[in-house]
């Protein structure tokens, strides 16, 4: 953005003081990191549905059951979780490196592949008294999610293994979720009449919903629970033959699956079926369409083209007002219309622009921060606050929803109680953004990231802003420079894998080169992006290893610079993104 163009009292929004230099440390240590060699193993892909997984409580839904860790060193927890509710959170202390093991059955002179999904600094997966060569892999850092995968062939004597996870001395704790042994079962020596159970059949939809399906399927004899898995990714455990999968788009299709578990291990999957969200209103997006361009109208004037409401580009599906204003109670927010700003636009223009906005099927929201937010909530107080001082200006001005965009950081404990608390005041129709930097999503542990995956049930998108940001990891672990296809899409990897809905995805970047100090790109780019995630198209040197077609969409900022530059983004990118898949 041209910050000589913006008066002090009201500056324009990406970026903040101090990134520069964060951003290149941490560019500079990724870099670092990666030149080590490689390491691990990323992406790997999934056992085949012909294989079964030997691994007891795989996912860690059951606590630490059939598992030990040395000098009580794992713990399960919510957050982060790679697939399912729960994940081991395992901290090396002193001389103990956090290992955590399970001895499992397996056959003499048999293949087999290991493999699970890790998170944090030098976590290692291995597996010993293979009675050939035992093996390990690892991964010195791992931000997100990523997959560490190594095969292995046991002895012509060997009946079980160990398989572990462990971190290393003097390091933070580490996450592992979703372990995995495929290959023949073994029997077990303590309860040799409990095999591994057969995949389930029968496996159907029921009642659907615009954000959820309900699921059932046939008994399997022996499985104590079972594992339900949407489009590859395990997403509940449950002890019955049902289960009602929430938190989906509407009219988005998906895939399904199920396994049964039990003491010997996990089944196969079972025959995949697809489910078909209804069209409507659901929680998290209100009459968004499937696939929404997103603009922010600036209420101050910076040299970018001064408009009103009713002026902003039919293109723009979900226009966010830019910015509240904090009062002097903790947590609270209030709206001071800049009239004289905008050439005496008066308040009872504002609303009328915004019911009319609103007739013609847009949504209109209040956002909240900006480059020089100063809304701080860190209570429950203040969530409270937060909560209340929103809905008021909904049931003011009109406004459809909020927009989350605090660039100097939130608690996402109370960040999460605040936005629930106002979905309880507002319905299901409340729309509920984001707008956090890319240093904000670079790992599922990050407070943006976690308070996005707390409300997922509830949130309509999360815009990441792709610019003013230094290079970043993608979601394999390359480093990536921003003003590239490349960039957009192996950042965004990291949000679709890690846990967000496609639908809850946009990639949000300046309308010209004035509307940010530094990212902007063409907007052939950002279609060539939107073309690689949403169909595998148009992709540069990094390729998602599947394709997104209910990937939300794009946003920019700001309307009033893409207005100033003859509406050139929106007339690109507004047609692209409304004729995703």
């Given at each position: ?267 196969p999957r079972s025959a995949a079926v697809t489910g078909t969200t209804s069209a409507g209103s659901g929680g998290g997006g209100g009459t968004v ?42 947590g609270a927010v209030t709206f001071n219309l800049d009239s004289a700003g905008l050439g005496g636009y008066t308040v009872d223009q504002f609303k ?230």
């Open positions: 953005m041209d910050r000589a163009a913006i008066p002090p009292a009201r500056p324009g929004r990406p970026g903040r003081p101090g990134r520069t230099r964060l951003t290149r440390f941490l560019s500079a240590a990724a870099a670092a990191v990666l030149g080590a060699g490689a390491l691990v193993a990323v992406g790997g892909g999934t056992a085949g549905a012909a294989d079964a997984n030997l691994v007891q409580n795989s996912g860690f839904e059951s606590g630490l059951s059939g598992w030990t860790c040395s000098a009580a060193s794992g713990t399960t927890v919510a957050t982060p979780a790679h697939g399912g509710s729960s994940a081991l959170k395992a901290t090396p202390a002193g001389q103990d490196n956090a290992q955590c093991a399970q001895t499992v059955s397996v056959k003499p002179d048999s293949s087999y592949t290991l493999s699970a999904w890790v998170q944090g600094s030098y976590v290692y997966l291995g597996a010993s008294g293979t009675g050939t060569t035992d093996v390990s892999t690892w991964t010195p850092s791992a931000s997100g999610w990523q997959q560490l995968t190594t095969t292995f062939k046991t002895g012509p004597s060997t009946t079980s293994v160990t398989v572990y996870t462990h971190g290393w001395y003097g390091q933070p704790a580490y996450y592992a979720d979703d372990i995995s042994l495929t290959g023949p079962g073994g029997s077990d020596p303590g309860d040799p009449g409990d095999p591994v159970p057969t995949a389930p059949s029968g496996l159907k939809t029921g009642a659907v919903t615009s954000s959820s399906i309900a699921l059932s399927w046939s008994t399997v004899s022996g499985a104590t629970g079972y594992n339900v898995y949407r489009d590859g990714t395990k997403v509940q455990a449950v002890s019955g033959t049902s289960a009602t999968v929430t938190g989906l788009a509407a009219a988005t299709s998906y895939q399904f699956q199920v396994t049964a578990t039990n003491a010997a291990g996990e089944s369409p499937k696939h929404a361009v997103t603009g922010y109208w600036q209420n101050f004037n910076n040299g970018a083209t001064v408009q009103k409401i009713s002026g902003v580009q039919d293109q723009y599906d979900i226009i966010a007002v830019a910015f509240a204003d904090a009062t002097g109670t903790p009328a622009d915004i019911k009319a906005k609103q007739a013609a099927g847009k949504s209109v929201i209040i956002s909240i921060g900006g480059q020089n937010g100063t809304v701080s909530i860190n209570d429950s107080a203040s969530a409270n606050n937060f909560a209340n001082s929103v809905y008021a200006l909904m049931q003011q001005y009109g406004f459809d929803g909020v927009d989350i965009d605090l660039e100097n950081g939130l608690n996402a404990t109370y960040m999460t109680q605040a936005l629930r608390s106002l979905s309880a005041k507002a319905g299901s129709k409340l729309v509920i953004t984001m707008a956090p930097q890319t240093i904000d999503m670079q790992s599922t542990s990050n407070a943006y990231f976690q308070t996005a995956l707390n409300i997922k049930d509830i949130l309509t998108v999360v815009n990441m802003q792709y610019y003013n940001s230094g290079s970043m990891l993608g979601c394999d672990g390359k480093v990536y420079s921003q003003g590239s296809v490349d960039f957009l899409t192996a950042l965004a990897c990291i949000q679709l894998e890690g846990g967000l809905s496609p639908s809850q995805v946009g990639l949000g970047l300046p309308a010209s080169t004035r509307g940010a100090g530094s990212g902007y790109v063409a907007p052939a780019v950002v279609n060539n992006a939107l073309d690689c995630l949403a169909r595998g198209t148009n992709c540069g040197s990094f390729k998602p290893a599947k394709t997104y077609p209910g990937l939300r969409g794009a946003m920019t900022w700001s309307t009033n610079w893409d207005a100033l530059a003859g509406n050139a983004w929106s007339n690109a990118v507004g047609p692209k993104v409304h004729g995703l898949p």
